[in-house]
């Protein structure tokens, strides 16, 4: 599971790469990636971590969704700013293969800067694909609770932030197992207060992209391997 997770946080979502990070072409073009065998493996670490809220507060949830529609849709966002520079060098160096640019035009095509992308590296920092992958997901919003009614208040009493921040609560600990296969961990559950002001921005306030990628930028820590 682990390996999978690293393989797709280093992989493009929608075009398909080889081991090395070079992008497969077919009769010319990118060649898209199997979504669905990815979005499998998604739901399957969101699998564990609901049955981990639930033994961790004893109680039933209710009923919960994941809508793989929204999920695609905020997948796709996210590779799209993360991985767009890292395609469209892909594409400038393979017409430069085929003899369709010379080497003066890839040159001037490269100027990356010129093209205002959200992203202006081939190789981003973990920060910044930290930051962009919470910024659709809480944008979009594919995790949904219902819990039953007779409930409802006793459910949200156990549940704290992971009830009124669901959405929101389930995209940080999925960023959590990002870096955690990276040996990373973000600092900010730490402290119970600044958790509940981070999920209520993620929730409420229209946070930029670069806001959430200057304050992670601190935020980011190195696991720390018991001896």
């Keep these: 599971m682990i390996l999978q997770l690293v393989d797709f946080i280093m992989k493009d979502f929608v075009y398909k790469q080889n081991p090395d990070g070079s992008y497969v072409f077919n009769n010319g073009k990118l060649e898209v990636e199997d979504q669905n065998a990815i ?6 670490i969101l699998q564990e971590i609901y049955i981990g809220i639930v033994k961790k507060n004893n109680v039933n949830p209710g009923r919960i969704e994941c809508n793989v529609f929204v999920l695609d849709q905020a997948l796709t966002r996210y590779s799209r700013d993360v ?18 640019l010379t080497k003066e035009q890839q040159e001037q095509l490269s100027q990356f800067f010129d093209y205002g992308l959200k992203v202006d590296s081939c190789q981003p920092y973990i920060h910044r694909q930290v930051a962009d992958m919470l910024y659709w997901l809480s944008v979009l919003k594919p995790f949904v609770i219902f819990p039953p009614e007779d409930r409802n208040k006793r459910i949200e009493r156990s549940l704290g932030v992971a ?12 960023v959590l197992c990002m870096l955690a296969a990276l040996g990373l961990t973000l600092n900010i559950h730490k402290n119970k207060d600044a958790l509940y002001d981070f999920l209520y921005d993620l929730h409420f306030r229209n946070l930029s992209r670069s806001s959430l990628e200057f304050f992670l930028y601190s935020n980011i820590r190195c696991v720390k391997r018991e001896v």
């Design 39 to 44: 979005v499998d493996t998604i739901l399957e």
């Design 163 to 174: 009830f009124e921040f669901h959405n929101e609560y389930i995209a940080y600990i999925f």
């Design 83 to 100: 991985f767009g520079e890292l395609r469209l060098n892909a594409k400038i160096a393979y017409l430069g293969k085929v003899g369709v």
